[in-house]
Structure formats: C-alpha cells, structure tokens
C-alpha cells in the first residue's frame, strides 16, 4: 500500500511540475526528494538510514544532470549546439518563398493549444459564428439541394466522374463564386459561411466538395479580384463564377511531380510579345 501511495505522490508532482512548466531546477529538486525517500525507506512505509542502491544511483544523476541543464550556457553548450549541428544537415533549405509564407499572417488560439498552453478564456471570447440573411438561405436551400443530388457510391464506383446534372446545378446557383465579391457576379460570402456550406457538402461526398472548394480556394478568383487589372476583373470574374471558365495554376515542375517545395523553375512575370500583341506573362 505505501508503494501504491508513493507512486501515485510522485505522479501528482510530475504532472504538477509538467502542467506549470517548472523549471529544470525544480525537476532536479523533485527527482533528489524521490530518491532519498526512496533510500530512506519511505517507499517500503518504515524510515532508515538512506541505502545507496543502483536504483538509487541512477536517481542521483538525473537531479544532477537535471540542475547542471537549468544553466543556460551548459545546456546550450552540450545539449542545444550538438543537436542544431546533427539536425541542420539533415533538414532541407528553405527558400525566400517559404520564409515569406511562414512569416506571413498572424495565429489565433489554435497556436496556444498546440503549445500546450491554451487560455480557455479566450476561446469563450471568441464570438459564435453568424450568417446573413442570404448566406442562410444558401446553406438552407441550393445546399441541401445538392446535398440531396449528390450520390457518392455512383460519382466513386460507378461513374468514376461528376455528372453533368451537378455541374450544371452547381455552376447554375453560383456555388463556384463564392469567394467572388458581388460586384464582379459573385455571391460574396464570409469566410464562416464558406466553412459551414462546404462542411455540409463533404458531409455527404468528399469528391462532390472538391468542384466547390477548390475554386474557392485555391483558384485563381481572389488573386485577379485583388491584384488584377480592371479589365481582368470584368472579363474573368463573373465567367469564373458562372463556370463558364474553369481556373487553374501551374505548382510545379517537370522535375518535382507533386513535391513542390524542390521545384527548381524560376518565373519573372515580365512584358513581352505573344502573338504578334505586347501582354504581361511569366518567363520561365
């Protein structure tokens, strides 16, 4: 029994120490507290005079190298620079393009969660998703609507495609704009709302959410709507959000497949001649 309680103490105080990120000075008291309780017999319920023991040892060098790590220079020195060295070989380069994705944007809560140390507060804070009007609607009506059309065993083990039924119905209700603004033939939905209507389709066909999400993702609408010209806007816009076009990018290389992090293509997006006509392209 006094083992069963010794053991149940010293997992209390690890966890306590873990949960509060104590320092590695008060692991390394944690760790000579259990092993002279341990050489005095406590661990047994009858106290003596402390036995060194191998057990007992081996608990000794962990405090100690415990409290030699709680020195910043130390563990920098033998711990922290040998560990750098060793994984810097073995951990790719990152280009300039991936540093600037990495920097870019802010974290929200998830990053305290991750961390280990989430403010529960602050999720309580975070205010509960609302829709307009006309986003509900849309989730209410024309979404569950193509819920309804949509039958994943025939797209998946039968057609082997998307029917024509559904792109038409999807093109028709403007299910390709919605990352598109209402000024350039879009629906001009919220990001909560994008979440929502494609939570909800992929809930019924993951491949019938991928015709919706991925041109309101990944293409290429909100990159003309933002950095486009005028003329760009009025002609690609509302034809992308019809499906009368469909939009696509290149990602990678003829000498890195889908790994696009290793592509070894450089694009200048310069002036130059094609067709006989001067316009604005990507020199590769």
């Known amino acids: 029994m006094a083992e069963f309680i010794f053991a ?11 949960m509060n990120r104590a320092p590695l000075r008060l692991w390394a008291l944690a760790a000579a507290v259990f092993t002279l ?3 005095m017999g406590l661990v047994h319920g009858h106290l003596h005079r402390p036995v060194l023991t191998l057990w007992a040892l081996l608990g000794w060098l962990i405090a100690g190298a415990l409290f030699a790590l709680s020195y910043k220079d130390l563990r920098r020195k033998y711990v922290t620079l040998p560990a750098y060295r ?14 600037e994705a990495l920097q870019a944007g802010t974290v929200g809560w998830d ?5 280990g140390t989430p403010d529960w507060a602050k999720l309580r804070r975070v205010a509960p998703i609302t829709l307009t009007a006309e986003e509900r609607a849309f989730l209410d009506g024309p979404t569950v609507e193509l819920c309804k059309r949509l039958n994943d065993w025939r797209i998946r083990h039968e057609l082997h495609d998307i029917p024509d039924d559904i792109w038409r119905f999807v093109c028709d209700n403007g299910f390709l ?9 879009g629906l001009g939905f919220s990001a909560q709302a994008q979440s929502l209507i494609l ?6 066909s993951p491949d019938g959410v991928t015709i919706v999400m991925v041109p309101n993702s990944l293409g290429p609408g909100e990159l003309i709507e933002k950095y486009g010209t005028d003329a760009q806007k009025e002609h690609f816009l509302p034809r992308l959000a019809r499906g009368e076009e469909i939009p696509c990018f290149a990602l990678t290389g003829p000498f890195s ?11 200048i997006v310069t002036r130059g001649l094609h067709e006989g006509e001067e316009t604005l392209g990507l020199r590769l």
């Open 37 to 39: 309780c341990a050489e």
């Open 257 to 267: 497949g889908s790994d696009a992090a290793s592509m070894r293509d450089i694009g």
């Open 86 to 99: 060793a994984l810097k070989g073995a951990m790719p380069i990152i280009s300039e393009t991936e540093r």
């Open 111 to 115: 990053a305290e969660l991750f961390g």
């Open 199 to 204: 939570g909800k389709i992929s809930s019924r």
């Open 177 to 185: 704009g919605m990352l598109i603004s209402k000024q350039h033939g």
């Open 8 to 18: 149940l103490l010293c997992l209390f105080a690890l966890f306590a120490l873990a």
